[in-house]
């Protein structure tokens, strides 16, 4: 029996879905712990055995929420210490966020084996912490930033989990668009929305020529309270589109699109990488570690995405840039090869293996006693 804990963001628990569905093929029981906000999440996880968990964030400079969060951690940590004694589990994996904190925590002082994974190409500040006491720690950028090292920590370089569906997607290879035919472009963002899209992007599209307009066929992710305001500005427009605040078929979706327009959050690159989609990335500012831009950085240097920050991120910069694309597509074919260079299309094979050595060496050692 293997337990699983995450943050409750796309971000940490596609990951770990992955990983999931790879060693529930090999004979694993998966137990999942996170926090309310995976629940969501948790409804299509290979596992039927998920714990909420109280954890917080540590905030220094306000006391009485500080006090608040080291509480909710050290309940989460006890919680997790009787879970995993009456499960006696062979290996813990985290996956990031506060969340994955107390299991880890707990599964250190009991002295059982512990991986954790990052995704981003900055370690974030859970796992930098558990960097130091886990056994292995996994991390999906060759150049991962942060990262440090425990006296017996072992580092490997596997890459980031994708789910099945967006393995199964990446079997289509992208195609240009034809001159003068349709220009299918994809704009979402990401678990947390992205107001400034439904700010820019109609804007921008209302700025295009009017031949470049009848072109483009947008499917647009669009936060709720902004749904029926964009539905209007595109219908005036006359192009062809489609809403929603949430695709299921987001993987089929990327894969057939000429152009994506999304954050950079560390499942997105992945899956970009691996779809190789070319794709303007606009990184969220306000993270703490600056994660999305570095992750955006990482691929704008190899030549794989193109990056707006988003205080640049203008209806004019964007009109220029999608019609510079839409006149002139060749660069979207490179910026693709770019892209599906930088995939690792095995990482969750890689990391089950992983899981696996954990294990086996965990059944050695008691063997051994």
């Given at each position: 029996?293997?337990?699983?804990?995450?943050?409750?963001?796309?971000?940490?628990?596609?990951?770990a879905q992955a990983l999931a569905e790879e060693l529930t093929r090999r004979g694993f029981i998966i137990h999942l712990m996170t926090d309310v906000r995976g629940w969501?999440?948790?409804l299509g996880f290979a596992s039927s055995f998920v714990h909420v968990i109280s954890s917080g964030t540590l905030q220094l400079r306000r006391p009485l929420m500080l006090i608040s969060g080291i509480l909710r951690i050290a309940w989460g940590i006890i919680f997790s210490?009787?879970?995993?004694?009456?499960?006696?589990?062979?290996?813990?994996?985290?996956?990031?966020?506060?969340?994955?904190?107390?299991?880890?925590?707990?599964?250190?002082?009991?002295r059982l084996p512990t991986c954790i994974h990052e995704q981003n190409a900055i370690m974030g500040r859970a796992n930098r912490f558990l960097g130091k006491h886990v056994d292995a720690v996994a991390f999906s950028f060759s150049g991962t930033m942060k990262l440090?090292?425990?006296?017996?920590?072992?580092?490997?370089?596997?890459?980031?989990?994708?789910?099945?569906?967006?393995?199964?997607?990446s079997s289509n290879l992208y195609e240009l668009p034809e001159k003068d035919g349709v220009f299918r472009l994809l704009v979402f963002g990401g678990s947390q929305g992205a107001r400034v899209f439904s700010d820019v992007v109609p804007a921008a599209v209302a700025s295009l020529d009017f031949a470049l307009r009848q072109?483009?066929?947008?499917?647009?992710?669009?936060?709720?309270?902004?749904?029926?305001?964009?539905r209007r500005?595109?219908?005036n427009l006359g192009i062809s589109f489609e809403l929603s605040t949430f695709f299921v078929d987001i993987p089929e979706r990327m894969a057939s699109s000429h152009l994506v327009i999304a954050r950079s959050g560390a499942t997105t690159i992945s899956e970009l990488a691996l779809l190789g989609c070319p794709s303007i990335l606009v990184p969220l500012a306000s993270t703490l570690d600056n994660d999305?831009?570095?992750?955006?950085?990482?691929?704008?240097?190899?030549?794989?995405?193109?990056?707006?920050?988003?205080?640049?991120f203008t209806p004019t910069r964007l009109a220029d840039d999608l019609g510079r694309l839409m006149r002139a597509p060749g660069d979207l074919g490179l910026v693709s090869k770019a892209a599906r260079s930088l995939s690792r299309p095995k990482a969750a094979l890689q990391f089950a293996d992983l899981v696996e050595s954990l294990s086996k060496n965990k059944a050695r050692k008691r063997l051994s006693v």
């Open positions: 029996m293997i337990i699983l804990a995450a943050g409750g963001t796309g971000g940490h628990m596609f990951p969501d999440y948790s210490l009787f879970l995993m004694i009456r499960l006696k589990p062979c290996v813990v994996i985290g996956f990031g966020g506060y969340p994955s904190f107390p299991p880890l925590f707990a599964a250190w002082l009991l440090g090292k425990g006296k017996k920590t072992m580092q490997v370089y596997i890459g980031n989990p994708v789910r099945s569906a967006v393995i199964a997607a072109c483009l066929h947008i499917v647009h992710q669009v936060r709720s309270e902004f749904l029926e305001e964009t500005i595109y219908e999305q831009g570095i992750n955006a950085m990482f691929m704008e240097k190899m030549g794989a995405a193109w990056i707006i920050p988003q205080v640049r």
